[in-house]
């Protein structure tokens, strides 16, 4: 099985198998993320400099979400980054090699064709990239009612664009500024 994807106009695989669906809240999203990160923290062994988060829909208690587990794999030298590859292939993950960002690394698990859906997505970028992702997630953890306004911005997007993950991405994108810029210190 090949452990590189490369992506088309219509995506990595067939759309009507990788949907964009959102589920009731789990609470053992935050144990899922642990057990991964100490999968993570074994092959990567503990380069200095690593960090590992949660982010995302999954951090958030009680926010509907697709069944995800987003991770931050934090680390300040990109000229670092081509050696997670092996490792997390090792994981099962699938590198995005032809990511549109060259600044970051996106590796995804269990995405068909690959798998039956995908479960944990890791993204590698360095600490001053991930800081708005940290930032939004801990307003979402803080602020119900910011958190209860985006979860219903993400229902409307999911039944709009069910096979069309970009689109549902971007259709966050002005939301999630707004709500920084309203919370900036």
Do not use: C
Not at 45 to 58: A, K
Not at 67 to 76: R, S, W
Not at 97 to 105: C, V, Y
Request: net charge positive; proline share 8%; no cysteine.
């Amino acid at each position: 099985m090949p452990s590189t994807v490369t992506r088309d106009d219509k995506g990595w695989s067939n759309a009507a198998e990788d949907r964009v669906e959102l589920v009731v809240p789990d609470h053992s999203w935050s144990q899922l993320f642990d057990l991964e990160a100490a999968a993570l923290r074994s092959v990567l062994g503990l380069p200095e400099r690593l960090r590992l988060e949660h982010f995302g829909s999954t951090a958030v208690p009680n926010l509907r979400a697709k069944p995800i587990i987003d991770i931050l794999l934090i680390h300040p030298n990109p000229h670092d980054w081509p050696s997670f590859i092996k490792p997390l292939e090792g994981l099962g993950y699938v590198f995005w090699a032809q990511n549109p960002r060259h600044d970051q690394m996106f590796f995804v698990k269990g995405m068909p064709p690959f798998g039956r859906r995908r479960t944990h997505h890791v993204h590698v970028r360095t600490p001053k990239d991930a800081e708005p992702e940290l930032l939004f997630r801990d307003l979402l953890r803080a602020d119900r009612a910011i958190a209860r306004e985006y979860e219903r911005l993400k229902q409307n997007l999911a039944q709009r664009y069910p096979t069309d993950r970009d689109a549902y991405t971007s259709g966050k994108t002005e939301f999630v500024a707004r709500a920084l810029g309203r919370h900036a210190v």
